[in-house]
Each structure stands twice: as C-alpha cells, then as structure tokens.
C-alpha cells in the first residue's frame, strides 16, 4: 500500500464480494488491478521486428483454440522456445483474457500476441515472406522425423490447430 501511494497508484478497497465480482470469481487472493484492454500486435510486424532485430522468425499460429489457458499455456511455451509472436484468428478462437493471462505466468508480456483477420492470408503473407508453415496435425501424412533439418531451417511458423477439431481445412490446406 505504500510503494502504491508513493508511486501515485490509485488504491480502493473493496469487501471480498465486490473483488470476486470484479473478477467474475476468479481466484484473486483478496488484490486485484484494473489494466486497460490488451493491445494486439499486427501479425507482420511481428514478422519484421524479427528480421529487423536480425533473426530468423519463430511465430507460433494457433487455429481455432478456444480455452483462454491453452492459450495462455502456449505463449508461455512459446517464450520459452524463443519464439517471437504469438498469432491468434480474430474470430472463433480465444483472446487475451486475465485466464489467459495468469496462465501464461508473465510470458505475454514479452511474447506479443496479433490478431488476425483471416489466418489463412496471414499465413500466405508469412510464405510470400519467406517463411516455412509447418503444421501440426495428427491426421497429417508427414511425421516429425521424416522432416529434412532444413525444412525448419531460417524462418518458421508453427501452426497449432485447436482442442477438439484440429485444423481448419483451409488452413490444412494453405
């Protein structure tokens, strides 16, 4: 409470009940902090950030994940890989909720998280780029160790279909 006030942080004290309201009952132990929404990063600036920093893009693209842990689960994953972004469908897929954020354990505040409109383009935009799309599929023709080292050589995305259908079949198929 005083480094709050010497750092001019605004504090409210609220009974128990007001706190799990403002947290639709989750877990808080008895503090909780309004943040404003989460800024989405665009899906290539993540891209050239990476180049520009002068390292070959890591992206990790998820298709249809829905459970803000998961996704929550697969930035802290992704961070720990080294990857550069994270990219999430606009629609039809989880964002950047407070799940979300608890779950990845600090890890999406250093992996950006975009947006994008149509998954399917923005990966057609990483290849045109020159990105290797490898995606995970367990329907898929292809097994990891069949894979040539070069094949994820230099730049890579990682696409990840969603919990209990996979891959869309555009993105399957892109």
Do not use: C, W
């Given at each position: 409470i005083?480094?709050?006030?010497?750092?001019g942080?605004?504090?409210?004290?609220s009974?128990?009940?007001?706190?799990?309201?403002?947290?639709?009952?989750?877990?808080?132990?008895?503090v909780a902090?309004?943040?404003?929404?989460?800024?989405?990063?665009?899906?290539?600036?993540?891209?050239?950030?990476?180049?520009?920093?002068?390292?070959?893009?890591?992206?990790?693209?998820l298709?249809?994940?829905?459970?803000?842990?998961?996704?929550?689960?697969?930035?802290?994953?992704?961070?720990?890989?080294?990857a550069?972004?994270v990219?999430?469908?606009?629609?039809?897929a989880?964002?950047?909720?407070?799940?979300?954020w608890?779950?990845?354990?600090?890890?999406?505040?250093?992996?950006?998280?975009?947006?994008?409109?149509?998954?399917?383009?923005?990966l057609?935009?990483?290849?045109?780029?020159?990105c290797?799309?490898?995606?995970?599929?367990?329907?898929?023709?292809?097994?990891i160790?069949?894979?040539?080292?070069?094949t994820?050589?230099?730049?890579?995305?990682?696409?990840?279909?969603?919990?209990?259908?996979g891959m869309?079949r555009?993105?399957?198929?892109?």
């Open positions: 005083d480094l709050a006030g010497q750092r942080i605004a504090l409210l004290e009974p128990r009940g007001e706190l799990d309201r403002l947290t639709d009952g989750a877990v808080h132990q008895g902090a309004r943040i404003p929404p989460y800024e989405y990063a665009d899906p290539m600036d993540i891209l050239h950030d990476a180049f520009h920093a002068g390292v070959d893009p890591f992206i990790v693209a298709d249809g994940v829905t459970d803000p842990r998961n996704l929550g689960a697969v930035i802290r994953s992704a961070a720990a890989f080294g550069d972004g990219v999430v469908p606009e629609r039809r989880a964002g950047m909720t407070a799940s979300a608890k779950t990845s354990a600090g890890a999406a505040a250093r992996v950006p998280v975009a947006r994008a409109t149509n998954l399917t383009r923005t057609a935009a990483y290849k045109k780029a020159g290797t799309v490898i995606g995970l599929d367990m329907d898929g023709d292809v097994t160790g069949s894979l040539d080292a070069t994820a050589a230099g730049p890579l995305v990682l696409v990840i279909g969603g919990e209990a259908t869309s555009l993105v399957r198929e892109n």
